[in-house]
């Protein structure tokens, strides 16, 4: 029988271990740790690596996203105003339409409203240039033509009459467009101006007729300026250019001949014969440092502001040609023997002798040209743009990059009507422009019931058929657009933030957002309205006032209703 007990002798399984003294190093116990990890146990840090949540407001019926850079210009038709040309930084021009049928239910009352929406399609799409589109236009007074200018220094012309807008002439005659004008008048179909970065000023006119193989005609070019061309703007009439620079020069030009026809001369010009008016940084009234960047000119063609660095306005007298109207004559009436008491706080006036007996007749007269009839300066940055109203010409509209928009009343000697300091919320004003026409009732009571809208002017100093010209529309980097009505006082107070309590009580009845907003990257740089009663605008957007269109730096345009 077999012994299955353990033999004493045999070593057990503890003693078959390793001895601890026959080890050459005792290696410690370590208990485990976790792996080393990047994130932080700070929650202030956790939280700044959450992805942000953005809450957007989109007040936009439409939208165009077709450009892949920022847009930096936009025009529309000027007998079909819904159409719409933009031009930005891909180098490309596009072509669509913002005639928006207007639904039959607001989406509140639909019962599957839509999430998103598609972008409106291009009616064409226009290339060629290598370098960013500058500016955009359609002559006057049919739109036969959209010009295009580009900072490659191309100037290319298209026909309208062609639903794909195709290309009739191109030429480049400078390094970089700045800005494209059509001028008004009657006799002068197609024509308009450029100014360059070189100082220069090119007057073309668009004429197939006379030379079918080179419709592009060269009527005047002008080279005064020593810098950047940076404004100009034609008087009413047309007959007259005034072009600012950032050499801080002023001066008007007579393209057509006419005031030389007249008999109208500039003995006072430095520039000659060349120009009718000619003011410069060497004279220390008008001297403006660091240069002009802005012009307008009265709806009566006897005054045009400019604007520059420092918040720095000029207002000087032009030449009248032809029959001067009534509101041109009251205008230069108010500018003399207002006495001091109507000069407004922090400007000057100097003025000149008035020629209002002579415009009255209907007489062409020198006049006040080239004087200066107030110098102006309540901004503390540069002057981006101005406007005057058009119907009335007793209000003076000037937008910042301090972000702020002045009133200033022509028929008191540009007394400051108004400062809205916040109009952007510390962001560039790029564009102020007043309406035209008359805003329908429906849109006066809607603004006036409105809270949220800005009912920021009380609806007892409403009209119930407004004119548009006392509104003032006006844009700026914060990617918003508002609109301000410019009669009276400043209305009443309403709830919310302090900016937007103040700028209620300064006359905001509108605002539209949309844009990305924030400055750089996401600002509104330009936009187009389309008034009431303008041929092919939607229905529903008519009732309520103008359409405005935007330009974004954020490359989409929005329309608003």
Known sequence: MVDLSRDQDAPSDDEALLDPSEAAEIIPDDPDHPMESDDNDDPE???????????????SLAHFDHHTDSIFCIANHPLAPTTIATGGGDDTTYVFSADIPSPVLPPSYESSPPTSRSSIQPIAKLTGHTDSINALAYTLPHGEYLLTGGLDGQLRVHSTTDPSYPLVTSTQEVPEINFLAPTPH????????LGASDGSVWVYTMDPSSDPANPLQVLQAYYLHTESCTAGAWTPDGKLLATVSEDGSLYVWDPFGEAAAAGITSPSSSSGSQALVGL????????????LFSIAIAASGALAAVGGAH???RVVGLPRLGTASASSSSTTKSLKGSGAAGKP???RQT?????????????SSAGQAGAILASLQTQSESIETLAFSPEHSSLLAAGSVDGSVCLFDAAHRFALRRHIREAHEGYAVVKVAFGSGRFAAPWASQQASSGSDGGGVDSSTRDEDAPASWFLTSCGMDGVVRRWDCRGGTGRGGAGPAVQQQQQQQGLVKEWR???????????????MITPGSAGAAAA????????????DDGVSLVFG
């Not at 009657?186 to 101006?193: D, E, G, R, T, W």
């Open 311 to 313: 918040g720095m306005i």
């Open 514 to 528: 949309g844009h990305r907003g924030e400055g750089e990257g996401g600002g509104v740089l330009g936009f187009v």
């Open 280 to 291: 410069t940084s060497a004279d220390q009234r008008f001297a403006v440092e660091d240069g």
């Open 186 to 193: 009657p006799s002068h179909a197609n024509a308009f101006a």
């Open 541 to 552: 957007a008519t009732q309520v006032g103008a359409v405005v269109v935007t330009a974004g």
């Open 345 to 347: 706080k922090g400007g």
């Open 45 to 59: 840090a956790d939280a700044a690596q959450e992805q942000e949540e953005i809450q957007l407001q989109n007040d």
């Open 351 to 363: 003025g000149g002798p008035s020629s209002t007996g002579s415009n009255a007749s209907g007489s």
